[in-house]
Each structure stands twice: as structure tokens, then as C-alpha cells.
């Protein structure tokens, strides 16, 4: 197996992370992608991890661009491989899972003991989603799809070949949904795995950028729901599904005065 680590700056967060990896696996089974991260982060990084392998990305390819390019690497030496974003920190001897998919661990938020996910629920009509927490083994029935968030993930070969893992035109938010619904629609196996826990530093990394929050947010929502959404009248009842949700997104903006917000959120919808 091989640990991929996904890096955009925020050095203490991969150093962090980095270490929390090296507490139970050589070096040679640690590979930092560096998706586009400043020079002088790369270099510190370099000289900190001289003996892991360092993929390093010229620009930034989003989430899906990044995590394509480690996951790319990682099995042309391994058949599975644990994926991790840089505001992680694995928590226990990574063993995979016994059968070949996608599976999520269980994640903590911020401190042991509160669990951020162990997989997520999809509400494809509406376009709603929520982290699922530990004990949670039935989906609530107004959700239908079971997804594998994107902050940390097992993933074996052959569904990475089966699926081309992420759509890179969606960059970051939704891609980890996406990927979950199409590795459903052709069969393969989709899960969680509790044996491997990862602490997750929640909202450290795009979460304050209304680009990401906002943008690429709302916009990722409608693509990647319109696409996994079959029939004329239920592409209508999610549009307006959608529509709804907009007005209150819009007005609640409007009542704050938050016109940036506004228009970023008009661009999300029509783009």
C-alpha cells in the first residue's frame, strides 16, 4: 500500500501530516504531491522528507487535478492507497480494506471522540448533503446515495481504472460525490472502513474562500447533480429543488448586505 498526501501550501499542516504517516510506514511508502504549492514551501518540505517521494505539480490543479496525480503515481507501485488531504493526521496502523473499492474511514473533527465522518448521504433530488457520524449505519430515507468524502479515502486499482478517478473540470467540491455515484453505477464496491482513523483538521484549508464555499460550491452542485439525474420530471423537481435554495442563499446574502457574495453566487448559476 501507499499513502498519498495532497499538499497546497500550509506547510505546518503537511509537515504535520507528513510526520503523522512516517508513525507507522517507511518512507518509501509516502508520496507529498506538491500541487502547486510556493517555492520556498517546496524546498522546506524537501529538506524536512528527504527520503519520500515528492511529486511536485507546476501549478495548481484544484482537488481533482491533485489528487488524479498522486493517485496516478501511487499505483504504479501498489495496488491500494490511502489517500489524505494535508490537513490530516492518520491516527492508526493504515491496513486495507479486504475487498477491492472506494471506502471512507472513520474521520474525527479536530480532537478524538468527535467524529467528523464516516462516509456521507446525498439527497440527489434536492442537491442536499451531510456527513454521516459513527453508528449511523442506515441512511436517513430522505437520502438516497451513500458518498466517500474527499478528505480521506482508500482506493484500489482497478475501480481508479474503471472510473479515471476524478473529473478535473470540477476542481474542488462535489468531485468526491461524483466519483462515489459513478464507482455505484458500475457495480463496484463503495463502503467505509473504521480500521483506519484520521483526525481532520476541519475548515483549515478553502473553507473561508467564498471562490470555493460559494462558487465552485453551488456550481459543482447543479453539474454534478443534473448529470447523475435520469428522467425529464425529476430533472424538473431539482431544478426547482435548486431554485428554492438559491432565493434563500440570495435574500440571506441581500439582508447582510453581502453583495460580493451575490454575485458570486449569480456566476455559480449561470456558469
Not at 499513502?3 to 504517516?21: A, G, K
Not at 491533485?66 to 489524505?84: I, Q, T, Y
Not at 480532537?111 to 440527489?124: C, V, Y
Request: with cysteine; proline share 3%; aromatic share 12%.
Amino acid at each position: 500500500m501507499i499513502v498519498v498526501i495532497l499538499s497546497y501550501n500550509h506547510p505546518e499542516l503537511t509537515d504535520r501530516c507528513v510526520r503523522s504517516v512516517q508513525a507507522y510506514l517507511p518512507d518509501d511508502k509516502i508520496i507529498l504531491v506538491h500541487n502547486g504549492s510556493e517555492a520556498k514551501w517546496l524546498k522546506q518540505h524537501q529538506s524536512n522528507f528527504e527520503n519520500i517521494s515528492h511529486l511536485i505539480l507546476a501549478k495548481n490543479s484544484g482537488f481533482s487535478g491533485g489528487a488524479n496525480a498522486g493517485l496516478k503515481s501511487g499505483f504504479e507501485r501498489d495496488h491500494w492507497v490511502l489517500f489524505l488531504t494535508n490537513d490530516c493526521q492518520l491516527q492508526s496502523s493504515p491496513m486495507p480494506p479486504e475487498s477491492f473499492g472506494l471506502f471512507s474511514p472513520l474521520i474525527w473533527a479536530r480532537k478524538i471522540g468527535r467524529t467528523d465522518s464516516l462516509g456521507g448521504a446525498l439527497q440527489l433530488r434536492r442537491g442536499h448533503l451531510r456527513h454521516l457520524k459513527q453508528g449511523e449505519i442506515e441512511l436517513d430515507p430522505k437520502y438516497d446515495r451513500f458518498y466517500v468524502p474527499g478528505t480521506a479515502f482508500w482506493l484500489s486499482a482497478d475501480v481508479f481504472a474503471a472510473t479515471q478517478g476524478f473529473d478535473e473540470s470540477l476542481g474542488t467540491y462535489w468531485e468526491d460525490v461524483d466519483l462515489s455515484l459513478r464507482v455505484q453505477n458500475q457495480g463496484l464496491r463503495l463502503g467505509t472502513h473504521t480500521a483506519t482513523q484520521v483526525l481532520h483538521a476541519v475548515g483549515k484549508t478553502c473553507h473561508s474562500d467564498v471562490y470555493y464555499t460559494t462558487y465552485l460550491f453551488q456550481r459543482n452542485r447543479k453539474r454534478v447533480c443534473l448529470k447523475h439525474t435520469q428522467g425529464l420530471f425529476a430533472k424538473m423537481a431539482l431544478w426547482i429543488a435548486l431554485f428554492r435554495s438559491w432565493v434563500s442563499l440570495f435574500l440571506q446574502h441581500l439582508r447582510k448586505r453581502n453583495f460580493s457574495r451575490v454575485r458570486i453566487l449569480a456566476r455559480a448559476i449561470l456558469d
